[in-house]
Every structure is written in C-alpha cells, then in structure tokens.
C-alpha cells in the first residue's frame, strides 16, 4: 500500500502561478498511474487530470488544458501539479490518488483511484 501526502498550496494572486507536489512512500510510485482532483467549497470533487506510471502519457480537464501540467519523478517518488495562471475559480483543496490497475489510457474516474492524499489547499485571490 502506498502513502500519498501533498504539499505546495497556499495563497496566490489571480494570475500567479503554484506547483504542487504528491510525495510517496511505503511503495515505489512507479507502481501507479497517478491523478489530481480538486474540491471547491459547496462542489463534488472533480478531476484535474492523470499521468501514465512512465509519465508519457497525461490527460487533462478540457477547462485546465492549457494551464495545469502534471509531471512526475519516479526516482523522488514524487508527482507534480503545476498551475499556471490561476483564477479564483481555482480555489480549491487539491489531491492526489493513485490507481494501481494497468489499464489501456489513464483514468479520469474517482471510483478507480484506490489511494488517495489528505489534500491540500489553494486559494487563490481576485
């Protein structure tokens, strides 16, 4: 079983920039494709977008193409979220999960996500 924690919220001006960090541990991240999901105040929780356990594959919300790029470092076990030019409506607690299924793409469904971070929180100010 793997250990997920994020890392990298905060406070940000509308327009700035954040990256977002999704440390492993207890097995080697390698082992999973890896999504991001966030939950705004008063919404479902929805995705963000997914990477490939080799990270040559991702998948985005058609919304956050553009902005958000997921990356990964197999050998720091660490999966990344970068954010650019964010919006208020980007508010959000952010997480990561992974999915340990070998499947033909990468999944964008919650319910194939078997583990998941305690979340972490952006703001982001008009």
């Known amino acids: 079983q793997v250990q997920l924690v994020e890392s990298g919220g905060g406070l940000v001006q509308a327009g700035g920039s954040l990256r977002l960090s999704c440390a492993a541990s207890g097995r080697t991240l390698s082992s999973y494709a890896m999504g991001w999901f966030r939950q705004a105040p008063g919404k479902e929780r929805e995705v963000v977008g997914a990477i490939s356990r080799s990270g040559r594959n991702t998948d985005y919300a058609d919304s956050l193409k553009g902005r958000f790029t997921i990356s990964r470092d197999n050998a720091k076990n660490t999966v990344y979220l970068q954010m650019n030019s964010l919006k208020p409506e980007d508010t959000a607690v952010y997480y990561c999960?992974?999915?340990?299924?070998?499947?033909?793409?990468?999944?964008?469904?919650?319910?194939?996500?078997?583990?998941w971070g305690q979340g972490t929180q952006v703001t982001v100010s008009s």
């Open positions: 999960a992974a999915d340990k299924w070998y499947r033909s793409a990468v999944t964008s469904l919650q319910s194939e996500y078997d583990y």
